[in-house]
C-alpha cells in the first residue's frame, strides 16, 4: 500500500504543482496541452487530459478530468492511470513554503497500474524523482469506484486492489485485494475512515488477510498515512511460523499455531507484545519483537513455555511434529512424518535453513516450567539463549532439568563456512538411572548417578549430515547404585540364577561397583575405547562402536560371571540393526559350542549334560578407580563413593 500511495500521491504532485503555476491561465484546451505536455517532460510517457478546471476561493481548487498517463511497453497494464476525475482544495498558506496540503481530494473511478521488473518501475519516471520527505499531505479522501493492479515480476507478486470509500458522515474506505504475494495465493480485507490520520487524530482500522495457510484479523489505529504509529490487537493462526517469511522475516518451522497480542509500529520497530497462545500443544508467551537496522535486521525475543509438548521442538531441527492420535500437525507435516518412516531414518536430514542466517540477527531467550515428554527420560524444565550474528548460531546455554539432574550444553553453528561448521560441548551431571527408565517399574532395574561429557565437532547442513562428520569424544560414568539383578542374569543368559531368583529370594538389587563408558567419534563412526559395566555379580565388557553416518549399531556385550551357575548359556551378546530397528542376539559360535557339548555329554551320561553349562565365575572385578580417574581427567565431574 505504501508503493500505491506514493503513486497516487505522485499524481496529484504533479496536477496540483503544474496547475497551481499556471492558475491566472484562462480555461481553455491550450490549458490541457500545456499540462499534458509537461506530464510527458516529467514522466517520458503520453498523457491526455480531457478537462482542466481551476477556482480560486478559501482554497485552490483544482480537477481534472478524463486522465489518461501511458505505462511503458514492457508492462502488462497498458495505463499506469486513468480514469474519470482527480478533484482537490489545496490551502493556500502551505504552498508559499513549497508544500500542498489537500484539504479536500475526490477521486473518482481511477484505475492504476504499477509493476516492478527489477530496477524499473511503471511510477519511476526520466526525471530523478526526489526521495525525501513528500510535500503532499491529503487531510480528506473520498475514493469511488477506483482499483490498483499491482505486479513485482521478482517477488512473483501480482494482485487486483479494489478501493471505495467517501469523507465524513460515518463512511469508510474500503480495501479488497486478491492475488499472490510472494508465491502465495493472499486475500485482504480492510477498511478505516476516510479521514486521513495525524498525529493528533488516530484513524480506526479493521482488517482480515488470509497468506497461503496463515490467517489474521487485525483492530487498532495508526497515526500515519501507512504504517507509522499503527497499534493495533493481532490475532494470527496458521499450520507454520515459517510461512510467515514471505514477510521478509526468517522464522523457525513450527507445529501449528494460533496467537494473539498487541502489534505496535515505531521507529522502524514491530512489537508484538504482551502476546500469548499455542504452538502445537504447547502454549507460548511473552514479547517479540522485530528491529529494521542496518546491515541486518534483529529478531529479538523473550518466550516462556508453562508446558512444553517435546515433540513441537521437532520443525526446530528439520524433523516433523508426532503425529500420531492427540498430536497437532499440519497436512503437509503428516505426510512429511510418513515419508521419514518410510526411509527409516532417524536423525532428521533436512537442511537446517543456514543459507537463510545471513538475511537477519537474532537474540532469543526461552524458558519452560514443564515439559511434556511421555514415555521417555522425563524433562522437568529447560532454558536456552539462542543468537544468530553474521551467520553465527549459537545456543548458549541451553539447559535441560532431568531425571533429577541437568543436561548443559553450548552449541555453535559456523553458517558462513562452506560447508556449515559445528560444534557441541555438552555436560550431564547427576542423572538418575531410574528417572531415565520411566517404563521399568520403581526403578528396580537400575539406580546411580549419571556423569558425562560429550565434545564433537562436525560439519554439514542437517542433524544427520553433522552426525555424519562429527569427531570428538564421549565419556559417560555411573557412580555407585544398583542394578536388577535379574536383568543382569538375563543379560548373561543364566537361567539358573534367573529362576533361583524368580523362586526364592525375587528381583534383588545388584550392587554396581561402576559404569564407564568412553567412544572416541571419528568422522562420524562412534568406538569404544573402554566400556564396562561391572557389578558385584557379573562384568559386562563392551566392544565395538556406532556409526552415525549410517545410523548403525555394531556392539557386543560380553559377560563375565563372577560366581558359579548351573544352566548358563552365556555367550556374548550381539547389539546391531539401525537406531529404528536394534536387534540383540546371542553371539552364536559359543552358543553352539556349548550346545553340541551338551547334547554329546548327553549321549555318555544325562548328568554330564550340565557340565558345559555350569559356569565357574571367570570375571573379575574391573579397575573402577582407574576408570574413574582416567574418566573425570577427561571432563567427566562426579562425586566420590561413600564407602
Known sequence: MKVVHRALLATLLIFGAIVAAVALL??????????????????GRDAHIGNIEIRIGRCLYVAAEDLRIQNPEWAKSPMLAEGTAIRACTAWLPLFIGRADLKEVRVENIRLGLEREGERATWKFDEEEDEGKSRVRPLHVSIIDSAVYFRDRDEKTEMNIKVSGGVGGGDEVRLEATGRFRDA??????????QMPTPNTPALLTASAVLGRTTAVAVGRFKELGID????????AGDDLAELNRLGINLPETPPFALRGRLVYTADTWDFSPFEGRIGDSDISGRFAYIVREPRPLLRADLKAHLLDFDDLGPLVGAPPKTKAGETASPEQKAKAQAIAANGRVLPDKPLGIDKWPRMDADVRFRADRVLRPNAVPVDGLNTHLTITDAKLQLKPLNFKMASGNVNADITIEGKSKPPRGSANIGIDKLELGQMF?????????????YGRIKLDAHGESIAQLAGSA?????????????????LELAGLDAGEAIM?????????VPLRCAIADFNVKDGQATSEIAVIDTMDTLFNVEGGVNLDEEALDLKVDPKPKDQSILSFRTPLLVGGHFNDPSVRPQAGPLVVRGGAVVLLALVNPILALAPLIETGPGENSDCGAFAQRARAEGVKSKPQKN
Open 501 to 509: 531368583i524368580l523362586a526364592s529370594r525375587g528381583d534383588k538389587p
Open 438 to 450: 520411566p517404563q521399568l517399574d520403581n526403578q528396580k532395574a537400575a539406580a546411580g548417578k549419571l
Open 26 to 43: 484562462a480555461d481553455s484546451r491550450a490549458l490541457e496541452d500545456f499540462v499534458e505536455k509537461r506530464i510527458e517532460a516529467r514522466t
Open 471 to 487: 569427531n570428538g569424544e564421549i565419556t559417560l560414568m555411573v557412580n555407585g547404585g544398583h542394578m536388577s539383578a535379574l536383568l
Open 229 to 236: 504509529g499503527m497499534d493495533i490487537q493481532l490475532a494470527l
Open 185 to 194: 495465493p493472499m486475500q485482504i480485507v480492510a477498511s478505516t475512515p476516510a
